[in-house]
Protein backbone atom coordinates (compact mmCIF):
# COMPACT_ATOMS: atom_id res chain seq x y z
CA UNK A 1 0.00 0.00 0.00
CA UNK A 2 1.25 3.13 -1.02
CA UNK A 3 1.99 5.93 1.63
CA UNK A 4 0.91 9.91 1.54
CA UNK A 5 4.21 11.94 1.69
CA UNK A 6 4.86 14.93 3.42
CA UNK A 7 5.51 18.01 1.40
CA UNK A 8 8.08 20.68 1.23
CA UNK A 9 7.23 23.86 3.48
CA UNK A 10 8.57 27.11 2.14
CA UNK A 11 9.88 29.58 4.90
CA UNK A 12 9.01 33.37 4.12
CA UNK A 13 11.12 34.88 7.38
CA UNK A 14 13.68 37.51 6.69
CA UNK A 15 17.02 35.86 6.84
CA UNK A 16 18.82 38.86 8.02
CA UNK A 17 17.51 38.87 11.12
CA UNK A 18 19.10 36.44 13.63
CA UNK A 19 15.84 36.63 15.87
CA UNK A 20 14.06 34.54 13.43
CA UNK A 21 16.56 32.69 11.63
CA UNK A 22 14.77 29.44 10.06
CA UNK A 23 16.21 26.03 11.48
CA UNK A 24 15.69 23.27 9.28
CA UNK A 25 12.55 22.33 11.42
CA UNK A 26 11.42 26.14 10.44
CA UNK A 27 11.79 25.60 6.62
CA UNK A 28 10.85 22.30 6.14
CA UNK A 29 7.76 20.33 7.31
CA UNK A 30 9.79 16.46 7.78
CA UNK A 31 7.21 14.97 8.96
CA UNK A 32 6.73 11.73 7.26
CA UNK A 33 3.44 10.33 8.85
CA UNK A 34 1.48 8.10 6.65
CA UNK A 35 -1.91 9.40 6.03
CA UNK A 36 -2.74 5.90 4.41
CA UNK A 37 -5.29 4.82 7.11
CA UNK A 38 -7.22 8.52 7.02
CA UNK A 39 -10.35 8.54 4.84
CA UNK A 40 -10.02 10.35 1.34
CA UNK A 41 -13.04 12.14 2.38
CA UNK A 42 -11.16 13.13 5.09
CA UNK A 43 -8.61 14.84 2.97
CA UNK A 44 -11.08 16.69 0.51
CA UNK A 45 -11.00 20.40 0.62
CA UNK A 46 -13.44 21.91 1.99
CA UNK A 47 -13.18 25.81 0.96
CA UNK A 48 -15.65 27.16 -1.07
CA UNK A 49 -13.46 28.25 -4.04
CA UNK A 50 -12.12 24.73 -4.88
CA UNK A 51 -15.92 24.02 -6.52
CA UNK A 52 -15.62 27.48 -8.56
CA UNK A 53 -11.71 26.31 -9.85
CA UNK A 54 -12.73 23.28 -10.44
CA UNK A 55 -15.93 23.94 -12.59
CA UNK A 56 -14.09 27.76 -13.81
CA UNK A 57 -10.42 26.22 -15.27
CA UNK A 58 -12.00 23.50 -17.27
CA UNK A 59 -14.33 25.86 -19.18
CA UNK A 60 -11.16 28.15 -19.68
CA UNK A 61 -9.41 25.67 -20.73
CA UNK A 62 -12.37 24.69 -23.27
CA UNK A 63 -12.37 28.02 -24.26
CA UNK A 64 -9.31 28.55 -24.67
CA UNK A 65 -8.05 24.96 -26.52
CA UNK A 66 -11.41 24.35 -28.21
CA UNK A 67 -12.21 20.58 -29.38
CA UNK A 68 -9.06 19.75 -29.59
CA UNK A 69 -6.90 16.71 -27.69
CA UNK A 70 -5.60 19.24 -25.97
CA UNK A 71 -8.74 20.17 -23.86
CA UNK A 72 -8.88 16.46 -22.59
CA UNK A 73 -5.17 16.55 -20.85
CA UNK A 74 -6.24 20.20 -19.82
CA UNK A 75 -9.80 19.89 -18.63
CA UNK A 76 -8.07 16.79 -16.70
CA UNK A 77 -5.06 18.31 -15.18
CA UNK A 78 -7.09 21.66 -14.26
CA UNK A 79 -9.02 19.76 -11.69
CA UNK A 80 -6.36 17.14 -10.35
CA UNK A 81 -4.28 20.24 -9.71
CA UNK A 82 -6.90 23.00 -7.93
CA UNK A 83 -7.68 19.71 -5.91
CA UNK A 84 -4.06 18.77 -4.93
CA UNK A 85 -3.42 22.56 -4.44
CA UNK A 86 -6.13 23.20 -1.85
CA UNK A 87 -5.39 19.77 0.14
CA UNK A 88 -1.74 20.95 0.57
CA UNK A 89 -3.12 24.29 1.75
CA UNK A 90 -5.04 23.01 4.27
CA UNK A 91 -3.28 19.30 5.03
CA UNK A 92 0.29 19.98 4.11
CA UNK A 93 0.42 16.98 1.92
CA UNK A 94 0.07 15.66 -1.60
CA UNK A 95 -1.93 12.05 -1.47
CA UNK A 96 -0.31 9.34 -3.58
CA UNK A 97 -4.03 8.06 -3.64
CA UNK A 98 -4.54 10.97 -5.93
CA UNK A 99 -1.35 11.94 -7.37
CA UNK A 100 -0.32 8.44 -8.29
CA UNK A 101 -3.77 7.45 -10.50
CA UNK A 102 -3.78 10.74 -11.96
CA UNK A 103 -0.49 10.40 -13.63
CA UNK A 104 -0.92 7.30 -14.62
CA UNK A 105 -4.08 8.40 -16.41
CA UNK A 106 -2.19 11.59 -18.02
CA UNK A 107 0.59 9.76 -19.12
CA UNK A 108 -1.85 7.51 -20.73
CA UNK A 109 -3.80 9.71 -22.66
CA UNK A 110 -0.89 12.08 -23.60
CA UNK A 111 0.66 8.68 -25.26
CA UNK A 112 -2.52 7.72 -26.77
CA UNK A 113 -3.64 11.30 -27.68
CA UNK A 114 0.30 12.67 -28.75
CA UNK A 115 2.12 9.25 -29.35
CA UNK A 116 4.99 11.32 -31.40
CA UNK A 117 5.94 13.48 -28.11
CA UNK A 118 5.85 10.38 -26.26
CA UNK A 119 9.53 10.42 -25.07
CA UNK A 120 8.56 13.78 -23.81
CA UNK A 121 5.70 12.34 -21.81
CA UNK A 122 7.78 9.51 -20.25
CA UNK A 123 10.97 11.48 -19.65
CA UNK A 124 10.31 15.10 -18.62
CA UNK A 125 8.64 14.71 -15.07
CA UNK A 126 11.33 11.91 -14.32
CA UNK A 127 14.02 14.50 -15.12
CA UNK A 128 11.95 17.59 -13.06
CA UNK A 129 11.52 14.58 -10.16
CA UNK A 130 15.46 14.30 -9.99
CA UNK A 131 15.72 18.24 -10.46
CA UNK A 132 13.84 18.92 -7.12
CA UNK A 133 15.14 15.85 -5.17
CA UNK A 134 18.72 17.11 -6.01
CA UNK A 135 18.90 19.30 -2.71
CA UNK A 136 18.70 15.94 -0.83
CA UNK A 137 21.99 15.34 -1.58
CA UNK A 138 23.06 17.91 0.75
CA UNK A 139 20.04 17.62 3.30
CA UNK A 140 17.89 15.13 3.40
CA UNK A 141 14.72 17.57 4.74
CA UNK A 142 15.64 19.95 1.48
CA UNK A 143 12.67 18.76 0.08
CA UNK A 144 9.56 17.04 0.52
CA UNK A 145 8.60 13.61 -1.28
CA UNK A 146 5.50 14.72 -2.48
CA UNK A 147 6.77 17.74 -3.98
CA UNK A 148 9.12 15.08 -5.89
CA UNK A 149 6.20 13.20 -7.14
CA UNK A 150 4.05 15.96 -8.04
CA UNK A 151 6.84 16.89 -10.43
CA UNK A 152 6.36 13.84 -12.34
CA UNK A 153 2.44 14.21 -12.47
CA UNK A 154 3.77 18.10 -13.66
CA UNK A 155 5.71 16.43 -16.62
CA UNK A 156 3.14 14.08 -17.93
CA UNK A 157 0.92 17.62 -18.01
CA UNK A 158 3.60 20.01 -19.72
CA UNK A 159 6.20 18.16 -20.82
CA UNK A 160 10.05 19.69 -20.78
CA UNK A 161 8.08 22.75 -19.95
CA UNK A 162 7.89 21.70 -16.81
CA UNK A 163 10.74 24.01 -15.65
CA UNK A 164 9.37 26.67 -16.75
CA UNK A 165 6.63 25.55 -14.26
CA UNK A 166 9.14 25.22 -11.88
CA UNK A 167 10.30 28.70 -12.03
CA UNK A 168 7.44 30.28 -12.50
CA UNK A 169 5.98 28.50 -9.16
CA UNK A 170 9.34 29.53 -7.51
CA UNK A 171 8.89 33.44 -8.52
CA UNK A 172 4.94 32.82 -7.23
CA UNK A 173 6.24 32.28 -3.99
CA UNK A 174 7.79 36.06 -3.69
CA UNK A 175 4.75 38.33 -3.69
CA UNK A 176 2.56 36.32 -1.15
CA UNK A 177 5.22 36.07 1.07
CA UNK A 178 5.49 39.69 0.77
CA UNK A 179 1.60 40.02 0.92
CA UNK A 180 1.82 38.03 4.04
CA UNK A 181 4.66 40.35 5.83
CA UNK A 182 2.36 43.30 5.13
CA UNK A 183 -0.84 42.32 6.31
CA UNK A 184 0.72 40.44 9.32
CA UNK A 185 3.03 42.67 10.32
CA UNK A 186 5.92 39.81 11.09
CA UNK A 187 5.87 36.64 9.07
CA UNK A 188 8.07 34.83 12.10
CA UNK A 189 7.32 31.59 11.96
CA UNK A 190 5.44 31.56 8.42
CA UNK A 191 6.05 29.01 6.08
CA UNK A 192 4.13 27.99 3.12
CA UNK A 193 3.40 25.02 1.01
CA UNK A 194 5.34 24.46 -1.90
CA UNK A 195 3.07 22.48 -3.69
CA UNK A 196 0.42 24.73 -4.91
CA UNK A 197 2.86 27.23 -6.63
CA UNK A 198 4.23 24.16 -8.65
CA UNK A 199 1.00 23.63 -9.52
CA UNK A 200 0.32 27.39 -10.16
CA UNK A 201 3.50 27.45 -12.33
CA UNK A 202 2.32 24.48 -14.28
CA UNK A 203 -1.12 26.08 -15.33
CA UNK A 204 -0.01 29.15 -16.54
CA UNK A 205 2.18 27.42 -18.94
CA UNK A 206 -0.48 24.85 -19.74
CA UNK A 207 -2.36 28.22 -20.89
CA UNK A 208 0.14 30.52 -22.31
CA UNK A 209 3.18 27.89 -23.81
Known amino acids: ????????????????????????????????????????????????????????????????????????????ACVVLTVL???????RILPNRIVLPATAVLLALQLL???????????????????????????????????????VLLGTIVGWNVFGAIVVGCFAIVPIALWMRVRQGSIKGATLPFGPFLAFGTLVILFTS
Do not use: Y
Open 1 to 76: MSTDAATTEIDVRPLDDPAVAPTPEDVVDTNETSSADVPLSDLIPRHPLVPVFCIGLPLLALATFGLERQTVIAVI
Open 85 to 91: AAIDIEH
Open 113 to 151: LFPGDALQWLLAGLAAAAFLAAPLIFRRDAMGMGDIKLA
